[in-house]
Structure formats: C-alpha cells, structure tokens
C-alpha cells in the first residue's frame, strides 16, 4: 500500500518522495491518539480502529498536499536533486516534529481486536493479519479500478503521459498531481494503522523502514507502474519471510531471523544493479 503512493507519485512527477513513509507514522500517530480516550469512553474495540482510521486519513491527506505545495511544487522544474533532498529533508522535519509532539519513547497501540488464533489451511492467523489481508486486496482493488475507470484516473494518466498537453485538454495539472498526493497519502494512512496494530507500537521513527521497504518494492516491481507496485510488494514480503527462516541455517547460526530487513536491501542493490527497470518495467512518460 505505501509503495503504491511512491509509484503514483513517480509516474506524474517523475518524483521520489521520500517524507511518504513520514506520512504512514503520523497517521499512526492520530491512530494512537485518539485510541485511549475512545476506549475510556466504552466504545468496542473493532469500532475503535474504524474511527481512528478514518480520522487519521484526512490528517494524512491534508499533510501531503501541504509537502506537495510547500515543498515539491517550486522545485518541480528544479534539476533532479534539488527536490530528492527536499524530500529527505522533509521526511527528516516530519520525524522531528512528531518527536516534539508525541515524545522520542515508543508508545503502546493495544490490540483492539480478538487475540484468538485461526487456522485457514493450515496456517495459523491472528485476525488483524486477516484483516489486514482484506484491507490492503481492497484498497488496492479500489486504487486499480479509480485509475482505469474514473475520469480522474483519465486525468492522472494523461498528466503521466505529458502535462503540458494534458492542460490544452483542459487538465488542470496542479489538482491532479495534488489529488495524487492525497490518494497516496490515504493509503498510507490505512498502513499506518495497520502497521500499528499489527506490531503494537508507535514511534516517532517507525515509517522509515517501511518507507525504504515500500521503495524497494516499488522499484523491484517497476517504479512508475501500479502493478508492479503490488507484485513487488508481495514478492518483496515473501522473500524477507523466507530469509527469516532460513538466513540462521544459510550462516549456521550467525545471523538471527531478526536480520531480515538485509533482504530489502540486497534486492535494492540487485535490482538496481542487473534490472533498473524492475519486474515489469518502468512505466514513465517519454517528455521530450
């Protein structure tokens, strides 16, 4: 779900924008928030994650067109590095005023579902790993069918493809690429939560891992390419789930299933290394 905000925003922008997985910590941030004061007021746990999601998503959303506009719009015809620091610095602002605001030490996000284990084929799933399946096939269907089948998913591809003919058809290019902040930015919102849940525990730090995890994906997928974001996502998973397992057997015992964030980055350096493109190849506009 993160690397789909990261592709959508390199396929307009031809932009890495690297404060996203900011964006996925403050969401879990308002989520953490507000979690005590609606649990002192007796509303059921599941009802709990819905509000705090729903809450954390316009926060997130009005917090990346703000970097859009602040930060990245009177860079965007800048050379190439001058907004890739923006965006560092950015991410770098973001970590620290949520450091001011919620404090450096790690806080408790407590589990507002059932604990209760469920065997579906013979694994065995905690049912916020469901529910996290569920959400992320669905919002990911979700992001596919805006994109295919609505007339802003018309406007962002024809934005992609070239802004400056996109706006003699009548596209407004500053609305699009502002919509697409706030599309990713959503959908960052959404992981935020989960991730909070899934690991019962928020920090001021907590969205750079899965940032760079999310890049990694995007670009073992094909940056620029919405498929490829979600193939390389789960085929970025799959691969850190099977080095965990084995990585003690493959150093006999030097390395613990802990290490496993070194899968992310040796695909990163092999992809960048042997096939920049990515799986499905890089799905950017020619703008010559």
Request: with cysteine.
């Amino acid at each position: 779900m993160v690397a789909l905000g990261y592709t959508m925003v390199y396929g307009i922008l031809q932009l890495i924008n690297f404060a996203h997985g900011e964006v996925l910590m403050i969401g879990a941030m308002v989520a953490v928030w507000l979690v005590p004061t609606l649990l002192a007021a007796g509303v059921p746990g599941p009802l709990v994650l819905l509000i705090v999601t729903v809450a954390a998503i316009p926060v997130c959303m009005l917090l990346s067109m703000f970097i859009e506009r602040v930060a990245y719009r009177p860079l965007r015809n800048a050379p190439r590095l001058a907004p890739l620091i923006t965006a560092i610095g950015m991410s770098i602002v973001l970590q620290t005023v949520a450091m001011i605001i919620w404090k450096p030490n790690p806080i408790v996000f407590p589990d507002l579902l059932p604990t209760d284990p469920v065997p579906i084929f013979g694994a065995i799933l905690a049912p916020k790993q469901i529910l996290i399946l569920v959400v992320a096939a669905t919002m990911m269907t979700g992001l596919v069918l805006l994109v295919n089948r609505t007339k802003l998913g018309r406007a962002m591809r024809a934005t992609a493809e070239n802004p400056r003919i996109a706006g003699l058809m009548g596209v407004n290019a500053n609305q699009v690429i502002a919509a697409t902040f706030a599309i990713g930015a959503a959908l960052a919102a959404v992981a935020g939560v989960l991730v909070a849940l899934n690991y019962n525990i928020v920090h001021f730090s907590m969205g750079f891992i899965p940032g760079l995890k999310a890049f990694t994906a995007a670009v073992l997928g094909g940056i620029g390419n919405i498929a490829g974001a979600v193939v390389g996502g789960l085929l970025l998973g799959i691969i850190e789930s099977l080095g965990a397992g084995y990585i003690g057997d493959l150093t006999g015992g030097f390395l613990g299933s802990h290490y496993q964030d070194i899968f992310a980055f040796a695909v990163l350096i092999l992809v960048l290394l042997f096939r920049p493109s990515g799986i499905m190849g890089e799905r950017v506009a020619d703008r010559a």
